[in-house]
């Protein structure tokens, strides 16, 4: 096993692709497949899957791959301090549903880890998808909720992929809608007062089952529903056609503007809000301060509420 094939196998995780990382590599896709062949033998592991559509990384590579990355981390320390080494690029990951205080979090991280250089990537996405980035250490933290309705299917896919689910805040739903809607002067709407404004939802792709949706009573009926990809075009749409969409109540005004509120919805659920991780793997640096971020954020402004 050298240094170099547990960078290889990192940037394979990375891309989700052994050709996409051949070429970030500069070497052969060849040479690379066999690099990996070559350490998964003497490890006496599977670290990837080779499937039509890609990679999967097996529960037996997350592991590996956890150990792999702080190898790495601190031979680049070694070399730092003992060969005036440039540090290499630092990278971080987060895959979440739609929610303001997962980017107010990562803006709190850029600002305090303060680096001159660094690849970092949010992707606000699908809920399948976010199991499956975490899953496949395309990003180190996920972030999504549990209830009642959802939480046996999902909690059955994070233990066949070896994940954690660890709670962040329990929140009552509410819903979010434009401060000129005429339900804005309720302190509390039902279902019934719903009915006939658009219901705006987030489009789950090719895994729309009601499992995956990112609102709660995802199997209700609706007059008129629209669904969206992006947070920006659903507030728009609240604003513009008098919609409204479920969430957790917690809105950020620099993120959302001063024109969308939030109002307790009057059901008895309850929604978990949490982050999703590997089970064998230890939070990276950038991991531990943004969850901290995530935390103190969450905090503030459940205070508010």
Do not use: C
Not at 36 to 49: G, S
Not at 155 to 175: C, G, Q, W, Y
Not at 234 to 255: H, R, V
């Amino acid at each position: 096993m050298t240094l170099q094939q547990l960078k290889y196998a990192i940037e394979i995780a990375k891309y989700g692709s052994m050709n996409i990382a051949a070429k970030k590599l500069f070497i052969t896709q060849p040479s690379l497949s066999n690099a990996i062949k070559d350490l998964e033998e003497e490890m006496n592991i599977t670290i990837f899957e080779r499937t039509n559509r890609g990679i999967n990384i097996t529960v037996q590579g997350a592991e590996f791959l956890g150990y792999a990355r702080q190898v790495i981390e601190q031979t680049e320390l070694l070399e730092k301090k003992y060969l005036n080494a440039k540090p290499s690029i630092q990278h971080f990951s987060v895959s979440t549903q739609h929610y303001a205080f997962a980017v107010n979090a990562f803006v709190e991280l850029i600002k305090e880890y303060g680096i001159d250089e660094y690849e970092f990537n949010l992707r606000e996405t699908k809920t399948y998808e976010i199991i499956d980035d975490v899953k496949n250490l395309r990003s180190e933290i996920g972030i999504l909720y549990l209830n009642e309705f959802n939480s046996k299917v999902l909690k059955k896919i994070f233990k066949e992929n070896n994940l954690r689910f660890t709670k962040l805040f329990v929140a009552k739903p509410h819903v979010f809608i434009s401060s000129n809607n005429p339900l804005s002067k309720k302190n509390l709407v039902t279902l019934k007062d719903l009915e006939y404004y658009p219901y705006l939802s987030f489009e789950q792709g090719e895994y729309n089952s009601f499992h995956f949706s990112e609102e709660i009573l995802s199997t209700l009926s609706h007059k008129k529903s629209i669904k969206v990809t992006d947070r920006a075009t659903l507030f728009n749409l609240l604003i513009g056609l008098n919609g409204y969409t479920i969430s957790t109540g917690i809105l950020s005004e620099d993120l959302n503007g001063e024109h969308i509120i939030s109002i307790p919805l009057d059901v008895k659920e309850e929604i978990k809000v949490g982050w999703i991780s590997h089970k064998n793997m230890t939070l990276s640096k950038l991991g531990t301060i943004y969850i901290s971020a995530l935390e103190d954020i969450i905090s503030k402004s459940l205070k508010g509420m």
